[in-house]
Structures are given as structure tokens and as C-alpha cells.
């Protein structure tokens, strides 16, 4: 079985940073895939950044320039840098991954961490 533990969530002022990371624990997989999604009550969750095995990238437009994404692949962890956080980045975010079990391959996904940017 395998499991996406998230840390790094929390309060944060406007114009400061906080760094998420999502670390894959198990045994027998590969991970493919990875990303940062976030979800507002009452919206749908949604993809703020990607990065493939081969590292890849691609963001939201609105963070672009703001957000890095950057993964690990001895630690099987991913990482979400995020610099001049606005109000509007509050949410809970979750992290995603597509992880080949033998042979199947399937989505997992981390228990959320909140981020809060105050005004």
C-alpha cells in the first residue's frame, strides 16, 4: 500500500513564503506523475502545478512566476515552493501522484494541508 503524507501547510501573511512537501512511503512502486492541487469550499479542486518523472513542469496562470514546483526521486517527495502568496492562494491543498503498483497504476492522493495568507 502506498501513502502521500503532506507537510508544511499553515498561516502565512501576504507577500510571504511557505514550502509544501508530499513524501510517498510503501514498498514495490514508481511514481510518475506528480502535482499540487487545491480546493476552496464550495469550488472544485484545482491544478495548480504538475511535474512529470522526467521534470517537466506546468503551472496555473496565476502562479506562475510565484510558485516552483521540483520533486526528489531518491526521497520519492515533491515539492511545492511558494513565494509572494496572495490572500486569494488560501485553500487546502493536496497532493497527487500517479504510482505504478506492479503493474497497475492508479491516482493517490495526500490528506490536504491548509494554507491560509492573511491580508
Given at each position: 500500500?502506498?501513502?502521500?503524507?503532506?507537510?508544511?501547510?499553515?498561516?502565512?501573511?501576504?507577500?510571504?513564503?511557505?514550502?509544501?512537501?508530499?513524501?510517498?512511503?510503501?514498498?514495490?512502486?514508481?511514481?510518475?506523475?506528480?502535482g499540487w492541487y487545491r480546493q476552496?469550499?464550495?469550488?472544485?479542486?484545482?491544478?495548480?502545478?504538475?511535474?512529470?518523472?522526467?521534470?517537466?513542469?506546468?503551472?496555473?496562470?496565476?502562479?506562475?512566476?510565484?510558485?516552483?514546483?521540483?520533486?526528489?526521486?531518491?526521497?520519492?517527495?515533491?515539492?511545492?515552493?511558494?513565494?509572494?502568496?496572495?490572500?486569494?492562494?488560501?485553500?487546502?491543498?493536496?497532493?497527487?501522484?500517479?504510482?505504478?503498483?506492479?503493474?497497475?497504476?492508479?491516482?493517490?492522493?495526500?490528506?490536504?494541508?491548509?494554507?491560509?495568507?492573511?491580508?
Amino acid at each position: 500500500q502506498v501513502q502521500l503524507v503532506e507537510s508544511g501547510g499553515g498561516l502565512v501573511q501576504a507577500g510571504g513564503s511557505l514550502r509544501l512537501s508530499c513524501a510517498a512511503s510503501g514498498s514495490s512502486f514508481t511514481i510518475n506523475n506528480m502535482g499540487w492541487y487545491r480546493q476552496v469550499p464550495g469550488n472544485q479542486r484545482e491544478l495548480v502545478a504538475g511535474i512529470t518523472s522526467g521534470g517537466s513542469t506546468n503551472y496555473l496562470d496565476s502562479v506562475k512566476g510565484r510558485f516552483t514546483i521540483s520533486r526528489d526521486n531518491a526521497k520519492n517527495t515533491v515539492y511545492l515552493q511558494m513565494n509572494s502568496l496572495k490572500p486569494e492562494d488560501t485553500a487546502v491543498y493536496y497532493c497527487n501522484a500517479v504510482i505504478r503498483v506492479r503493474a497497475m497504476f492508479g491516482t493517490y492522493w495526500g490528506q490536504g494541508t491548509q494554507v491560509t495568507v492573511s491580508s
